[in-house]
């Protein structure tokens, strides 16, 4: 029997159970007999600081060995997808935005090419707001990459990664902020434009990130590549080839490391990609290295996106002729926040009639979608983003199923975790990139 | 007209606080509302009247377009029970959707995947949608094939009635684990032949399928500046 401040056992009908709650590893084992007991279950998360988000892991463990890892989710499950069938097709994107919080760009543009599909509009979308929609696609994917280099570095080691990843993110949310007002949540894409125009202040701010971000990452490789821990933490761990990857329906870096360079911006492109050139890096290891070098040269290859993007920029509308669908005011701030500007609010309010009911309309009532169902699917920084969007003619979504590629990836942990160390594990579901934001809608 | 307090049921016995200023948010509800508050659409142009009907998915004609001819010869080539499974086949927005028998799916999954002519390798999305109302057999569950081989896109469709079972496609694309474990969360539709179909995203001992249409939104009436806004799906909807 175990008494410790941190560890207690009792017997259970299904056995003795441990409850441990601190840094008493030793105190366990020792009390565990290694002939009759070799079997231990450790239940870690949903509150643990590797698991990357509130996941749950119920994993059987013989010695340090993993032979059996059951992910448990759905601790953030906020019902997105029922709210939106109560919400204007147009509102919708305030919901979406929130489901993977890392890259909330890619969520909003999935939305809204699957509305402009259903409304048939994808070839009227001006060629700005397709450029700018890139080019905020790319940051997304370069703040997601950021982001899980710093935590992935965290939960190897490397501290000092984490504090320098979050900081480089920072330069992005603050592009966004200064385009959209938001650093996150940005509701800033709309069906059929853009909530507001890019700033001249925020291309002078890309610009100097794209001159800023290069110099940095090459530090961040020199720390992390050369480094011995971080190579035999990561090499050859979490292996996945790339039947494995198919068999669960793994996509993107993961896919990439084991060598298809399956990249939906490449092979079904959408929003003008193929006028862009980048390559799609991959690797051949599949393994937690294989993913960290695609991860890192996908953030060189969304820089060169970046790049040609803020190059094609020209000066035109960003939202479609079509007056029925367009949003009618330009946003602007005022003394109590981001609104309608206020010229459009004197001309509504003081000339035109009908501007005001036509403004009122589009507002509360939103526009009507015709029936039909659609699958739009899109490079996510996880993967294959599905947007399944179902309409029945009226001016609220019927359904809308996010194809989450956080959800689909957690199934590929029991395949790289069993059979591993435990600490593998954590390196193993780190490099799924897992946002349980996005896995638990 | 005047408001008398306290003389008609659900009305405050008194004004509310500030009722005299007259601020909109504070003016205490009158029975005889005219045009305001209206049930119903809240449309007064009449064209919210129009009753419109969701129009019958038809079968498309041949021949189809883009890649979608091939495909379906190439599964008629292969699957020679096609006659039986296909129940019909949608082509709209681009996009093919094979709508298959219950029973069927899992067979059609096998012969999507391993025909050398179709290789759907990659199962993108299942998930389902509750078509209450409009359709007998409610719940339709999608399945989006990806072929990376040919860069096609397929969807199969099954519509099942509440209680009837859709055969797991597990055994064909391990992925659909999770993913028809979220369908039965949500809308209660049974996968004989899953490895283990329990609850994914809502609590273990949840009662009813949240997405179904029939299940309510929730929610509680919010307070804000002396208004109370009801909740998301009690408030006036302009459909």
């Known amino acids: 029997m175990t008494t410790s401040e941190y560890a207690s056992e009792r017997e259970t009908t299904e056995g003795r159970v441990f409850t441990v709650t601190g840094g008493d590893w030793d105190t366990l084992t020792a009390s565990v007999d290694p002939l009759s007991n070799e079997k231990i279950v450790v239940n870690m998360g949903p509150q643990h600081p590797s698991t990357h988000g509130v996941l749950r892991l119920v994993l059987e463990l013989e010695g340090e060995t993993v032979t059996e890892c059951r992910p448990v989710v759905g601790y953030l499950h906020t019902g997105i997808e029922k709210n939106l069938e109560y919400r204007n097709w147009t509102q919708g994107v305030t919901f979406v935005t929130r489901m993977d919080y890392l890259s909330n760009m890619s969520n909003e543009v999935g939305y809204c090419l699957a509305v402009e599909k259903l409304l048939g509009i994808t070839d009227q979308i001006t060629e700005r707001t397709n450029t700018i929609r890139v080019m905020f696609m790319e940051l997304q994917r370069i703040a997601s990459h950021l982001v899980w280099l710093a935590t992935t570095g965290m939960e190897l080691g490397a501290i000092s990664m984490m504090l320098y990843g979050f900081r480089e993110r920072e330069y992005i949310l603050d592009i966004f902020e200064e385009t959209s007002g938001l650093r996150m949540n940005n509701g800033y894409i709309r069906p059929g434009g853009l909530a507001q125009d890019l700033p001249e202040s925020a291309v002078r701010k890309i610009r100097d990130f794209l001159k800023y971000l290069p110099k940095k990452l090459k530090e961040y490789e020199a720390m992390l590549s050369g480094q011995i821990i971080w190579q035999q933490r990561t090499q050859g761990v979490a292996v996945l080839d790339v039947t494995g990857c198919l068999a669960l329906g793994i996509t993107g870096p993961v896919l990439r490391a084991a060598g298809l360079p399956w990249d939906l911006r490449k092979t079904m492109p959408y929003c003008g990609y193929e006028n862009y050139d980048f390559d799609v890096p991959t690797a051949t290891t599949a393994d937690v290295w294989g993913r960290f070098l695609v991860r890192v040269a996908e953030i060189r290859e969304s820089l060169k996106i970046v790049e040609q993007s803020l190059d094609r920029l020209r000066p035109g509308p960003i939202w479609i002729e079509d007056k029925k669908i367009a949003w009618p005011a330009q946003l602007a701030l005022g003394l109590d926040g981001l609104g309608n500007s206020l010229e459009h609010v004197a001309k509504i309010m003081g000339q035109s009639m009908e501007s005001l009911i036509h403004h009122f309309k589009l507002v509360t009532e939103g526009f009507r979608v015709p029936p039909g169902q659609v699958y739009v699917a899109i490079e996510h920084p996880r993967g294959e983003l599905g947007v399944h969007a179902v309409s029945d003619g009226g001016t609220h979504p019927y359904r809308v199923h996010y194809r989450e590629p956080s959800f689909v990836n957690l199934q590929a942990i029991p395949a790289m975790a069993e059979g591993a160390l435990l600490a593998d594990v954590i390196a193993g579901g780190a490099s799924l990139d897992p946002v349980m934001g996005g896995c638990d809608r | ?239």
């Open chain 2, 1 to 239: 007209m005047t408001i008398q307090p306290g003389t008609e049921g659900g009305v405050p016995t008194t004004a509310p606080a500030g009722a005299e200023i007259g601020a909109p948010a504070q003016t205490p509800p009158s029975p005889d509302k005219g045009m305001f508050g209206v049930q119903g659409t809240g449309d007064v142009s009449g064209f919210g009247r129009l009753a419109r009907p969701r129009p019958a998915v038809l079968d498309s004609p041949r021949p189809y377009g883009e890649y979608f001819d091939d495909v379906y010869d190439a599964l008629e080539e292969a699957y020679p029970a096609i006659n039986d499974a296909i129940e019909k086949v949608v082509v709209d927005r681009a996009e093919l959707t094979l709508h298959v028998r219950a029973e069927r799916i899992a067979e059609v999954c096998q012969v999507m995947r391993d025909d050398e002519s179709l290789r759907f390798e990659l199962c993108s999305s299942v998930d389902a949608v509750d078509y209450l109302g409009s359709d007998e057999r409610r719940f339709h569950v999608t399945y989006q094939l990806t072929s990376m081989t040919y860069r096609r896109r397929v969807r199969l469709e099954v519509a099942v009635a509440d209680g009837v079972t859709v055969p797991s496609v597990t055994q064909v694309y391990p992925t659909a684990d999770w993913q028809e474990r979220e369908i039965y969360d949500m809308f209660g539709v049974v996968f004989p032949g899953h490895p283990n179909l329990t609850r994914i995203l809502m609590p273990d001992d949840w009662e009813g399928h949240p997405q179904r249409k029939d299940y309510p939104l929730g929610g509680v009436p919010v307070e804000y500046k002396g208004a109370e806004i009801p909740p998301p799906d009690q408030r006036r909807v302009y459909q």
